[in-house]
């Protein structure tokens, strides 16, 4: 069974301006990681905070289908740019009951020496793993000025906690950054970082100055190292200790508990822990898609390089469901046990269950984002988180006056 929404909500909004951050500062030799200090105190928000509601804010449909401006994380509702109704130095966090957000801005520190001008925007990310955010979790953001150079620019990166305390601010990491499992990898390459830092605590984890070796960051725990020469891709932790050799492939992604290499022919699946595989699935990938896992589900997700879209168990490696997508280069996302497979510029969008593969009742208003406490969705304009047992189990449609009649 295929399912397809209907066009997407309308709402009001600014254009999306897709841009990470990073690091001015000059790595220092490869070695020990070097703690960074914070240039600015954490801070407590005012009692006397300004707020909104999510009546007050919308984003554009290209900001909506790039899961911008309007976060969810953790199972809490977040408004930053480029939302509109909110400023670009600002950000709200909402409460679940009243629907009432307290906005936040984000404040240089005074000793900086930085000037904001027109051109200042502020990218928001969430890290809600918890096994990097025991406290809860945490928002990651980058204000500086754009658009952002390759050799980096002016502007800070820091992250607050959902109750709008400052956890962390530097202004010596403003280079492109990607967001990697709680882990800020810095630098203009992917497979060439600069630097690792902490997202949460804001500590240099590890710095780099070899040009002569490929340093992918996997998760928060573990790298696959390439040196020059050849010999063999070799799995490490952070600190580049090495924990073992790994099968040559031609590229490795992580999810949860779970190491993908990806070559031509297959997929290999490893143990995160140790790099011990588990085991290869005859799979010729969508060169576009990365796999997917669900720890809770115990579920591995895969896109063939015809779109038709794989699931796997994860501890035997043995497939449990096909699903041909009616789009190229589908977008999957993991969580709740169900799989999403969309595409916002196609108006295609499918939800399925994890373990069977059975399409779950397809929704009224398309799904902005999936995540463990359940799903983003516009409705009736407003951003509303949908629970995840509501998708399986939707309440039947109140009766209008006509029908009761």
Known sequence: MRGRLGAAVAAAGVTVLLATAGCTAQPEADGDPTPSPSTSAPSSPSPTAPTLTLDDVSVSGTAMANRGGILLCGDRLVAAPPTSGIENNAFAVFDESSGQGEITHVELPADSGLK?????????????????TSDGPVLSFAYQEMPLPEQGGVGVRGAYSLEGQLL?????????????????VLGAAPNQPDLVVDAVTGETLRDFA?????????????MVVRRAGGGGPVLTDISGERVRKLRTSGSFFADDDLIFGVNFRDVVALRSSDGKQLWSFPIRLDPLSVPHADKEAQ?????????????????????LWAFPAEVENPRITMAAGMVLIDKRDDDYQVLLDARTGSPLPETVEPIVDLKDAGALMFIDGVATIVPAEELRNPAPPTPTTAEED
Not at 119 to 129: A, F, G, H, P
Not at 168 to 184: A, F, H, K, Q, T
Not at 210 to 222: F, G
Not at 302 to 314: P, R
């Open 210 to 222: 070899s040009p002569l070796r490929s340093q992918v960051v996997l998760n928060h725990r573990r």
């Open 299 to 319: 579920v591995s997700v895969l896109v063939d390089h015809n779109y038709v879209v794989h699931a796997v168990d994860s501890r035997s490696g043995e497939q």
């Open 168 to 184: 962390w601010m530097r202004d010596d990491i403003n280079m492109p950054s990607e967001l990697v499992d709680g882990l800020l």
């Open 116 to 132: 904001v001008n027109a051109r200042w925007l502020l990218v928001m990310e969430c890290v809600d793993n918890p096994e990097v």
